[in-house]
């Protein structure tokens, strides 16, 4: 049975700061609960609603089968955790401890950075494209949107569950990458047209919020720059659609 | 002076009906209102805040200088006809009439056909990127978002008042730009590599919701189907991710 400090607790979560401080975050929505309990995080208990319960009799069966805690709750305190504006009723809380980068330790040899990325829905939406373009590691600068914000969670439909994510990761960082041996791909809008880029072997492509553009440190950083040529007279692309758009084409 | 009926009106065209009742729609926010100033489109009123008015006095006189109606608003009318949470304090009020898409008019030898792009926010950022790469006509199916629905035209960055759009296009006029010539290739995730895929000279690209896919009448009509290979293991890629790489790959 839960209570009233339960449901406060659990609603805290949606914040970053409590985030951190219990190690816990939210996922919600069926199907990416069912991603997270795929993966390697470790689920610390299933919130469902009553009325979630009666109509999904099989996802509660599997979820017992599983072995997982669940707790019913009523689909007034459950709005009051949800994020969503029409909650599907289910949520999971998973614990995580945050990954540090290490130089030393073996990486792949292409590394995403994400730099000043702070809408959630974008954030979300390239870490999907990252997991559908089998990128391993993911560097998030400070200024980006933290990845375990309800939010992102939702827009990469559970993707952050599978891959290695960096958060919080300083420009400094990256120096130290460059240093061992990568080369620093920036995507810009005054480099080289991508459609003609030869890739070198290991590196990092970093990509930046469309309005503000990469850094003045980033770009002195950077060995080359590439951009994505335009053909009609559109101001920007879409930070996500750029990111999609450049990462088939280093994998294709 | 503005009057309440005109509050109730103005807010009135957040909804489709009114919208097609009055041939209206509202552009939100100054960019986008400077992009429809700058289109084709006519401009019936520009409503602002006081506040917007004080504090951006150069981007008056501009709109004065154009000869455009300006109408000052307060704020707490202002938030009834906007539809954003932390309204700019600037929306636009243009005039519209729906295209009709003759088969026997010329057209260009690449169209874009969008089928069931229900969310808003993709179907704007997808018109966005077809201005990117120069696509001059959209089609969109009747179960898609309306192209003037005030999210759309802000995820769109104003591009929609740039392109030829056609709403409410059935898949019997497909069937007669096919009997046109036209041969119709469909984005499917059972398709042809899209990295090894030559285009035709004249075609429709199909763009289907990444969660229901292509109805069973647009996979019969098409010629070709092609996929965007998948590397890794997300389930699927944003639709709107997935036009901007199809439409680069067409570009390239």
Known sequence: MISKSDIKYFSSLNQKKYRKKENRFLAEGLKIVLEGIKSQYECEVILVTYEFA?????VIKYLKKENLAIELINFHDFQKISDTKTPQGIIGVFKYEALNFSINKNHS???????????????????????????????????????LNPKVVRASMGSIFHLKIYDDIEINVLK??????????????????????KFPERFVITLSSESAGPSEEIISLADKSVTIPKFGNAESLNVSVAAGI???RIKS
Chains 1, 2 share one sequence.
């Open 109 to 147: 040899n292409l590394l995403v950075y994400l730099d000043n990325i702070s809408d959630p829905g974008n954030l979300g939406t390239i870490i999907r494209t990252c997991h559908w373009f089998d990128i391993k590691e993911i560097l998030i600068s400070p200024n980006s949107s933290e990845f």
């Open 246 to 248: 450049i990462l088939s």
């Open 54 to 58: 009666d109509k999904q009799s099989d």
């Open 176 to 197: 130290e990458i460059k240093s061992s041996g990568y080369k620093i791909i920036c995507s810009d809008l005054r480099g080289e047209n991508i459609f003609n880029f």
